[in-house]
C-alpha cells in the first residue's frame, strides 16, 4: 500500500523501539522521513535499513530549546515541506512520591509534555500549509499509573490533555488534526534489555502469566506502527482530538 505516499514525516525517537517501527512503516508506506534520536550509531543503521533515499537522520537533545525549530527547518531543508509530526521520544524512569525530587519531575514533564508542545508550535506554520496532522504517543499510564511511575504517568497524562486541546483548536483554526496513541506493554529494546538485566531469559515475553497479558503475550512495536499509519493518512479523514488506547486489558 502507499497510504502516505508523498508524505514528509519528522519521528522524534525514532531509532529504536515504537518510534523505529513508525518509521519503517511510514517508508513501507511511500513516505519520506526524518528519524531522530541521541545514538549514532544506532541512527546510522535505520538509515541502512530504510534506504538513504528515504530517511535522513538528525542526531540531537530535545532538551535544547533551539531543537524544536531546527528539527523542522532540516525536514523542511531535506525534503521541502512537512505533512506530520510524530512526537514519540520521551523520557522513561521509576519515581513515586518519597524519591521523586523536583529536578526529576520537572524533567518528566519537560521531555514529555513541553518539548512535544515546543514541536507542534515550530512545525505549525508548515503544517498549515498541507493541512497536517500530529500524532502524540502516550501511555495508558497517563490514566493514573502504577505507585512507582509517578512523574512518568503525570507527564502522559499532560501530553494527553495538550491533544485534546490541540486537536480540537488546530483543526478549527488550521486544518491541523492532533491525536493520540497510547500504548500498553510493548516490546522494545529497552524493555528486552531492562528484563535480561533482572535476570530473565531472551524468551521471557512469550511466557507472560495472562493475568498480565490475556493474549499470553505483550505488544509489539509493529502493532503500534500500524495504528500509527492510519492517523498519518488521510484515511483518518478529519479525525482530530482523540486518543487511541493500544492495550488488551
Excluded at 535505520?46 to 534506504?51: F, N, V, Y
Excluded at 512526537?87 to 519537560?110: P, S, Y
Aim: proline content about 4%.
Amino acid at each position: 500500500m502507499n497510504r502516505l505516499k508523498g508524505k514528509v514525516i519528522l519521528i522524534t525517537g525514532s531509532v529504536t523501539g515504537i518510534g523505529k517501527a513508525i518509521a519503517a512503516s511510514c517508508v513501507a508506506e511511500g513516505a519520506r522521513v526524518v528519524i531522530h534520536g541521541l545514538e549514532q550509531e544506532l541512527g546510522k543503521q535505520c538509515i541502512d535499513e530504510l534506504g538513504a533515499e528515504n530517511v535522513v537522520l538528525d542526531i540531537a537533545d530535545l532538551a535544547d530549546e533551539s531543537t524544536p525549530a531546527r528539527l523542522v527547518q532540516r525536514t523542511v531543508d531535506a525534503f521541502g515541506r512537512l505533512d506530520a509530526l510524530v512526537n514519540n521520544a520521551a523520557q522513561v524512569g521509576t519515581g513515586n512520591i518519597h524519591d521523586t525530587d523536583g529536578k526529576w519531575f520537572r524533567r518528566m514533564l519537560e521531555i514529555n509534555c513541553v518539548v512535544p508542545y515546543l514541536l507542534i508550535r515550530a512545525a505549525l506554520p508548515e503544517l498549515r500549509k498541507v493541512r497536517g496532522s500530529v500524532l502524540n504517543i502516550g501511555s495508558v499510564n497517563a490514566y493514573s499509573g502504577e505507585p512507582n511511575l509517578l512523574p512518568y504517568s503525570v507527564s502522559k497524562g499532560a501530553l494527553m490533555t495538550l491533544t485534546r486541546n490541540l486537536g480540537d483548536t488546530l483543526m478549527r483554526e488550521d486544518g491541523v488534526r492532533v491525536n493520540q496513541i497510547n500504548p500498553g506493554w510493548v516490546l522494545t529494546e529497552n524493555e528486552a534489555k531492562r528484563k535480561r538485566e533482572h535476570g530473565l531469559a531472551d524468551d521471557w515475553y512469550t511466557q507472560v502469566p495472562k493475568v498480565y497479558a490475556p493474549a499470553g503475550r505483550i505488544l509489539f512495536p509493529e502493532e503500534i506502527a500500524a495504528a500509527a499509519a492510519y492517523f498519518l493518512s488521510d484515511e483518518s479523514g478529519p479525525i482530530s482530538g482523540q486518543i487511541l488506547d493500544i492495550e488488551q486489558h
